[in-house]
């Protein structure tokens, strides 16, 4: 189903208006929708998912006794891994009546997922993220201007102008001085009022409208996306565009929406999904706690993912189950932590941040990778692989690279066995050695 389409357009609307009323659920009422969704997952799992049916017997686990949250630390935790070499007993035998969207996504660790989103799922994401970005001020068909990597049928275009919805998407692969300068001059013209996108890419425009001491019309809020916002690229982004900056997390895998209100706290959209934190042992971390975000989400019946290992940090606040000023009683998170990547300088002047992330897509065997820039025309990838890697994976994942870098930098692959380290000790999926490091 196309949510362009009729039925699809229908579907995103009735759920925009759940999640409108949802918001404003009691404590009790989030706890009981999300024991009756867990039920209901983990019910067709085990009956239709050969995955889940076969670990279900594996541990002796009754899905019929299953209560809902409580009971959830009886089922293992699922990594990506797991998924990524068994993916096929993921898919439920009755996938076909739900609708099959195939997706793919390196996340944040560089290892290339494909997975099924069914139509439901699909509207309630959209309409999730509707609701989420009406959070930081953005209403249906406000002007809204989002820079993220986008796949226009024109791949030189680097915007495009959807009219019915007051949206312009521009493609941040194509970001470099004369083309940010355009954009600048685009949003000076417009004057939209909402800006989205990543964080990197908007501070890059701002950087290069500054050098040529050209101002930039303000917004009247920011919401970045698809990367990580540490606090010193939030004050970068207010200072630069004179307005709040609201952080939005979601991921293609949909276990999990977090979503910034007002009052700067982040709620876990406790309607779209059932998030835990868990330590090293898998065990749940105790407010004030850091450990590792796990997802359930409550709709994909063709693909169900339970307790899901994201792979993010997380920081947990003190009093997790305060009640916001904001009114809203979904449970909140201090920080994402995320993956901090350094940024790329192609030799055609270019500055790419995450946009390596699908480039690794059909790279098959490669379960890490890691770009290294060690000069403006040369880079090298360190990849862990496993034995169904072979000549066509490189040649997949160079295809991918040349895509986004073009032709005239020089790509070496090699296999390791770790991925190398920054100074700080951290493990970024982009590494910089000429100065592009994570602000
Ligand atoms: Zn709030």
């Given at each position: 189903m196309k949510l362009s389409s009729v039925k699809g357009a229908v579907s995103v609307v009735k759920k925009y208006f759940f999640y409108l009323s949802s918001q404003r659920w009691n404590k009790e009422k989030i706890k009981a929708y999300q024991d009756r969704k867990l039920r209901s997952i983990v019910k067709h799992a085990a009956e239709n998912v050969p995955y889940y049916r076969n670990l279900f017997k594996d541990i002796n686990f009754d899905p019929d006794t299953f209560k809902g949250r409580e009971d959830m630390y009886k089922i293992p935790l699922l990594d990506k891994q797991t998924l990524r070499t068994r993916q096929k007993e993921f898919i439920a035998d009755n996938a076909e009546?739900?609708?099959?969207?195939?997706?793919?996504?390196?996340?944040?660790?560089?290892?290339?997922?494909?997975?099924?989103?069914?139509?439901?799922?699909?509207?309630?994401?959209?309409?999730?993220?509707?609701?989420?970005?009406?959070?930081?001020?953005?209403?249906?068909?406000?002007?809204?201007?989002?820079?993220?990597s986008y796949t226009f049928e024109d791949p030189q275009a680097i915007s495009k102008h959807f009219s019915y919805v007051n949206l312009w998407r521009f493609n941040s692969k194509l970001l470099k001085k004369e083309t940010a300068l355009e954009v600048v001059k685009m949003i000076n013209e417009i004057k939209p009022k909402v800006f989205i996108g990543y964080p990197f890419s908007m501070l890059m425009l701002s950087r290069f409208a500054r050098e040529e001491g050209i101002g930039i019309h303000p917004f009247e809020s920011i919401v970045t996306a698809g990367e990580t916002l540490s606090?010193?690229?939030?004050?970068?982004?207010?200072?630069?565009?004179?307005?709040?900056?609201f952080d939005f997390f979601s991921l293609h895998e949909d276990v999990a929406v977090v979503t910034e209100c007002q009052h700067n706290t982040k709620h876990f959209c406790e309607d779209f999904a059932y998030n835990e934190v868990v330590d090293q042992n898998g065990d749940l971390v105790s407010a004030g706690g850091t450990g590792?975000?796990?997802?359930?989400?409550?709709?994909?019946?063709?693909?169900?993912l339970i307790r899901y290992r994201l792979g993010d940090t997380v920081i947990l606040n003190k009093?997790?189950?305060?009640?916001?000023?904001?009114?809203?009683?979904?449970?909140?998170?201090?920080?994402?932590?995320?993956?901090?990547?350094?940024?790329?300088?192609?030799?055609?002047?270019?500055?790419?941040?995450?946009?390596?992330?699908?480039?690794?897509?059909?790279?098959?065997?490669?379960?890490?990778?890691?770009?290294?820039?060690?000069?403006?025309?040369?880079?090298?990838?360190?990849?862990?692989?496993?034995?169904?890697?072979?000549?066509?994976?490189?040649?997949?994942?160079?295809?991918?690279?040349?895509?986004?870098?073009?032709?005239?930098i020089k790509i070496d692959f090699k296999t390791v066995e770790h991925l190398e380290k920054s100074k700080s000790g951290k493990t970024p999926f982009i590494m910089s050695k000429i100065g592009h490091e994570y602000v």
């Open positions: 009546q739900y609708g099959i969207n195939w997706d793919s996504t390196s996340g944040s660790t560089g290892t290339p997922l494909h997975l099924i989103i069914d139509d439901a799922t699909k509207a309630h994401k959209l309409a999730c993220v509707i609701r989420s970005y009406q959070w930081a001020g953005y209403t249906p068909w406000k002007k809204t201007f989002s820079i993220q606090e010193g690229r939030r004050k970068l982004l207010q200072e630069a565009y004179q307005c709040k900056v590792e975000l796990v997802g359930t989400g409550f709709y994909n019946f063709a693909m169900p009093d997790t189950e305060g009640i916001c000023k904001c009114g809203r009683e979904f449970s909140s998170v201090k920080e994402i932590v995320g993956r901090q990547n350094d940024y790329l300088e192609t030799p055609d002047g270019r500055f790419l941040g995450n946009v390596l992330e699908h480039a690794v897509d059909n790279a098959k065997g490669v379960v890490f990778s890691q770009c290294v820039q060690d000069a403006v025309d040369h880079i090298y990838i360190n990849m862990i692989v496993d034995e169904t890697f072979g000549p066509d994976s490189t040649r997949q994942f160079e295809k991918g690279l040349r895509g986004r870098l073009g032709d005239e």
